[in-house]
T-cell receptor, first 115, second 112 residues
């Protein structure tokens, strides 16, 4: 069984500040891990994904995440927040080995960016 | 969201009514799935299909029916709508060299 816990349903940062969104996972097999972003009234867009290659993954819009097996974590960071980063972010896990048919999502973290 | 379309965008139903949410893709990928999104719950898998003629249940399948007669289409049927099915529904297509799941724009359903 797989599960994802996103710590903090709401994170608020100032423009220019570091963004840190936390994700911990549980998986009985080596996982694939994903971060998706959802802007208001839109679908989900893939930010980045970890598929057992490099543990530090770079995504779109300046975001990156580091896979830490010992901590079962996959936290999302961005050095400097922009107003346009305000959105809801979802961490998701699936089985590795090309069988990522089923994504298990966390409950989401709403990011607010203050001017 | 390129290549995944969902119709309608909005729908209001009365309890007991039936309807079909449409999902279509032009990417020629085998795997398609349906999720529902509820506040504070993230996205939960309803049903999925690994190819034409093959479907299976996800995490929350009760009250929903699916079939897959073609690669392109994967409709989701509500046979007798209930207020608990008020949600935003997303269709997803998995494929490509990176095995990424691409999501449609969603259908917002309200059941009164």
């Amino acid at each position: 069984a797989q599960s994802v816990t996103q710590l903090g349903s709401h994170v608020s940062v100032s423009e220019g500040a570091l963004v840190l969104l936390r994700c911990n996972y549980s998986s009985s097999v080596p996982p694939y891990l994903f971060w998706y972003v959802q802007y208001p009234n839109q679908g989900l867009q893939l930010l980045l994904k970890y598929t057992s290659a490099a543990t530090l993954v770079k995504g779109i819009n300046g975001f990156e995440a580091e896979f830490k097996k010992s901590e079962t974590s996959f936290h999302l960071t961005k050095p400097s927040a922009h107003m346009s980063d305000a959105a809801e972010y979802f961490c998701a896990v699936s089985k590795s080995g090309g069988s990522n048919y089923k994504l298990t999502f966390g409950k989401g973290t709403l990011l607010t960016v203050n001017p | 969201n390129a290549g995944v379309t969902q119709t309608p965008k909005f729908q209001v139903l009365k309890t007991g009514q039936s309807m079909t949410l449409q999902c279509a893709q032009d990417m020629n990928h085998e795997y398609m799935s349906w999720y529902r999104q509820d506040p504070g719950m993230g996205l939960r898998l309803i049903h999925y299909s690994v190819g034409a003629g093959i479907t299976d249940q996800g995490e929350v399948p009760n009250g929903y029916n699916v079939s897959r007669s073609t690669t392109e289409d994967f409709p989701l049927r509500l046979l007798s709508a209930a207020p608990s099915q008020t949600s935003v529904y997303f269709c997803a297509v998995r494929g490509g060299v990176t095995d990424t799941q691409y999501f449609g724009p969603g259908t917002r359903l309200t059941v009164l």
